[in-house]
């Protein structure tokens, strides 16, 4: 009997023992296949897309028609990362239908893209539309003759097969003529990423809905994503947009939007909706397309020269709308040095180093004071190396937003919007002393402009690297004041030493909103940027939800008023309420306070003066418009503030 048991227990043991290293083994197998991409370039893990360093990677972009104005790629390139944007999708051609684009300029615009810190998409166009298999044959064998250069940048490019292949709304169709374009460039070497368009245009997400997954399947590397364009079919309303965004994620695979804009031929695009529907659901966007969009389509240009110094109504809204690009974008790691072990955490989820540092913060924010409720600040908006750093009541203006830009080793760099993010802020002469300065001074990346940032409750104490993380950022004497000092002290633990990370048009550190929904949220930001008019002109206008717009009038609540900065004439400015839905209004209102903030003029418009010009019922407010008297105005910032 006992013989019997101890063989029983020795068996089991053993089975035991086998059925543990099984799945050792099946889970080493499996992290092979999971992560096999992930020293050498992009790679698909679940619905996320994930770079060379095993950070998720949301696209914030716009398409560059290289094919057809290959003079104007190097400055579109340039321009677009200027303005924030992670990705561009680059117009190819494989000489089908237009000049083909040569192996030396491919080289090329990967290497601009690569200078600018850009991730890059090459797509061939020459098949648009077509039903044709042969016009897809014609892609796949451009890629192959691009093999080695396309396998080199496996950290910095991914490859969309052909733009818009297959017209026809006909799912299974689709899938086979995919499924043999993979196979065909799988097996010639190339392993890089491979981005699908959806059928019908681009216009069909139903083909991924149903036929998506088997077309992923068939990829050895398991490594395709897919792409919707979202113009009047695929993205004309807000459910519309949300049902095929859904959809297409429940397939188990990455999806992006390779193209939108503002409107196109045959009806309106919810355009709003893709930007903030894609930022709650951690999906990519791509606009269409930076210029050169002929007569007939010049609503898609989205800069008005490739220089990018002017930009369309449809380029501000891209860029500088509170779901848009400057407000979302963050560098892909590969250009950043930051990376993760964990195929869990996204670039963007907080995790801590063993020092206690932060980590996944990277973004722009507004870093606001816990002792003050003042802002960090720029003082008067200067570029200059130099320049100090105080603390100021909120505005929203370039002066007070700051990115943090992680150096992978539980450190970041704060650049500041006043130098276009190539400067930051930085410890006067590298000082290890206690009062030692706070400045704005060009990033050279030494320690003494690197911090450490350090959760203590709801707030967090950024520490100076130079200091070896004993000293912290604070506002000299506890002050309350604005344009306060804002220097380095040894850490204490008090209020003037911690601050609130508000993330531009998002969410602040401590969870409250500052969307356009009040809550928290001290200001609501409706506009950011440089708008210029002359008098009797709208220099900004602000299109309310119900219109189409991202302000939601439910914001004006009885305790805001509207603050604008400008420049021009000192009181020249006036904030004009508009309806035509309600009936038709143009309400102008005068402000009640200006000064000096920035460098520029303030104007504040209080909500009982709203009121006696407009109504209390802003339900039917349309467009909010600031306008000029009789001088010309710039505008930089409007914002709904809260006292």
Not at 19 to 30: A, N
Not at 104 to 112: C, D, G, L, M, T
Not at 127 to 139: P, V
Not at 384 to 392: F, K, L, P, Y
């Amino acid at each position: 009997m006992t013989t019997t048991s101890n063989f029983k227990k020795a068996a089991s043991a053993v089975m035991a023992l086998i059925m543990f290293i099984s799945l050792i083994f099946v889970s080493d197998v499996t992290n092979v296949d999971a992560y096999a991409a992930s020293a050498d370039g992009f790679y698909v893990s679940g619905t996320t897309l994930r770079d060379a360093n095993g950070n998720a990677f949301m696209m914030r972009g716009v398409n560059i028609a290289h094919a057809w104005f290959p003079s104007d790629t190097q400055a579109s390139i340039k321009a677009a990362a200027n303005l924030g944007a992670n990705t561009v999708r680059v117009v190819l051609s494989d000489g089908a239908k237009y000049n083909k684009t040569s192996y030396s300029e491919v080289k090329n615009i990967i290497e601009w893209c690569k200078s600018n810190k850009l991730v890059c998409i090459l797509e061939v166009h020459d098949a648009t539309g077509s039903d044709s298999m042969s016009d897809l044959n014609k892609a796949v064998n451009y890629w192959k003759e691009l093999k080695d250069l396309l396998n080199n940048n496996r950290k910095y490019v991914l490859l969309n097969i052909a733009n818009e292949w297959y017209g026809t709304w006909d799912g299974s169709a689709w899938a086979n003529g995919n499924k043999n374009a993979i196979k065909a460039l799988r097996s010639a070497g190339i392993k890089n990423t491979i981005i699908v368009d959806c059928a019908g245009w681009g216009q069909y997400p139903d083909s991924i809905r149903y036929n998506g997954k088997d077309v992923f399947n068939v990829d050895s590397e398991k490594n395709t994503i897919f792409s919707i364009h979202m113009y009047e079919y695929a993205g004309g309303n807000a459910s519309t947009v949300k049902n095929n965004i859904n959809n297409a994620l429940n397939t188990g695979v990455p999806v992006i939007i390779g193209e939108f804009g503002c409107y196109h031929t045959n009806g309106d695009v919810d355009e709003m909706t893709i930007m903030s529907y894609c930022k709650s659901k951690g999906v990519g966007y791509l606009g269409w397309s930076w210029i050169g969009n002929g007569s007939d389509w010049s609503y898609l240009d989205l800069a008005k020269d490739r220089d990018g110094k002017s930009l369309t109504d449809w380029g501000n809204t891209l860029f500088y709308s509170t779901n848009g690009i400057k407000n979302t974008s963050s560098k892909c790691s590969v250009y950043m040095g930051s990376s993760s072990s964990s195929s869990s955490s996204s670039s963007s989820s907080s995790g801590t180093d063993k020092n206690g540092g932060v980590l996944g913060l990277d973004g722009t924010y507004y870093i606001k004071n816990k002792n003050s409720g003042k802002y960090l600040d720029v003082d008067y908006g200067k570029a200059d190396n130099g320049t100090n750093i105080q603390q100021h009541d909120f505005n929203g203006c370039h002066a007070q937003k700051f990115k943090l830009v992680s150096d992978g080793k539980g450190y970041y760099s704060i650049l500041t919007g006043s130098t276009d993010f190539k400067g930051g802020l930085d410890v006067t002469n590298a000082s290890k002393a206690d009062g030692a300065n706070i400045i704005q001074w060009s990033n050279r990346g030494g320690d003494h402009q690197k911090f450490q940032l350090v959760k203590i409750g709801d707030a967090y104490a950024i520490k100076t690297k130079i200091s070896n993380c004993y000293s912290a950022v604070e506002v000299y004497a506890h002050s309350k004041s604005n344009g306060a000092n804002v220097n380095q002290w040894k850490y204490l633990g008090n209020n003037n030493q911690l601050w609130y990370l508000e993330k531009c048009g998002g969410t602040s550190s401590s969870g409250s909103s500052s969307s356009n929904n009040q809550s928290s949220a001290s200001y609501i930001s409706a506009f950011w940027g440089k708008s210029s008019c002359s008098a009797w002109k709208q220099a900004v206008c602000i299109d309310t939800a119900k219109n189409g717009g991202s302000f939601n009038t439910n914001s004006i609540t009885s305790n805001c008023h509207f603050y604008v900065e400008y420049s021009g004439s000192k009181n020249e400015i006036e904030l004009i309420l508009q309806s035509w839905s309600g009936g038709a209004e143009w309400a102008k209102v005068q402000s009640f306070e200006n000064g000096s903030a920035n460098g520029h003029y303030y104007a504040k418009f209080s909500y009982n003066d709203m009121v006696k010009a407009f109504g209390s019922n802003f339900g039917k407010l349309d467009r909010i418009n600031i306008g000029a008297k009789n001088g010309g105005i710039t505008v930089y910032s409007v914002c709904c503030s809260y006292s």
